[in-house]
């Protein structure tokens, strides 16, 4: 099974980009990356997915490098209410069945 | 209202006492999960259900069971609760017509086994 290992905690300032990175080392050939955002108290929301090279959308950028063993969510520009945690999940539908493995959370504080 | 909606969202029960969490979703998904979530430990998928007719267990099902009683619902229980069942459990869905792991989950429902 793919293991993620994602930092425990980042510190930014507003307007500040930041990127952080999980490592998947045995990730799967049919395993998409997904990130997803958990503020207290509520369900986890999805921010970005992708299964190679970089995608974009309008609220983050995600790099997957050509091993795939790794991918680095990327936040432009943080605001005090990008403050989190934020999950890197691995998984799809392999031999076996369906598989999902979370990362342990990056907790992520923005200071004014 | 929430497109998925959890009852209870909180609840104090004792061992051995069988507990049953629900999830309801307007989402018009076929798949539907069940996760539990500790802390430090990110989540753990207990089981999932991709059609009304179809149970898989998931890492973690141990201790667990499910009942998919319509597209829109979907039921965990705790048989016979034991204290380390305590966290906090979300259920989620998902179109099967956009990639796996694009979940869309409910408010949680927070569990304390004494």
């Known amino acids: 099974l793919a293991k993620t290992t994602q930092p425990i905690s980042m510190d930014s300032y507003e307007g500040q980009e930041v990127n952080i990175t999980c490592s998947h080392n045995n990730i799967a050939t049919n395993d998409y990356i997904t990130w997803y955002q958990q503020f207290p108290s509520q369900g986890p929301r999805f921010i970005i997915q992708g299964y190679k090279t970089k995608v974009t959308n309008e609220v983050a950028s995600l790099f997957i490098p050509a091993d795939r063993k790794s991918s680095t969510l990327s936040l432009p520009r943080v605001s005090l209410s990008d403050t989190a945690v934020y999950y890197c999940?691995?998984?799809?539908?392999?031999?076996?069945?369906?598989?999902?493995?979370f990362g342990a959370g990056t907790r992520l504080f923005v200071k004014a | 209202d929430a497109d998925v909606t959890q009852t209870p969202r909180n609840r104090i029960t004792k061992t051995g006492k069988r507990i049953m969490l629900e999830c309801s979703q307007t989402k018009g998904h076929d798949r539907m999960y069940w996760y539990r979530q500790d802390p430090g430990l990110g989540l753990r998928l207990i089981y999932y259900s991709f059609d009304v007719k179809d149970i898989n267990k998931g890492e973690i099902s141990d201790g667990y069971s499910v009942s998919r009683q319509a597209q829109a619902k979907f039921s965990l229980s705790l048989e016979s609760a034991i204290p380390n069942q305590t966290a906090l459990y979300f259920c989620?869905?998902?179109?099967?017509?956009?990639?796996?792991?694009?979940?869309?989950f409910g408010e949680g429902s927070r569990l304390t086994v004494l």
């Open positions: 999940l691995v998984g799809g539908l392999n031999t076996g069945g369906f598989k999902t493995i």
């Open positions: 989620a869905t998902s179109d099967p017509g956009t990639p796996p792991g694009e979940l869309f």
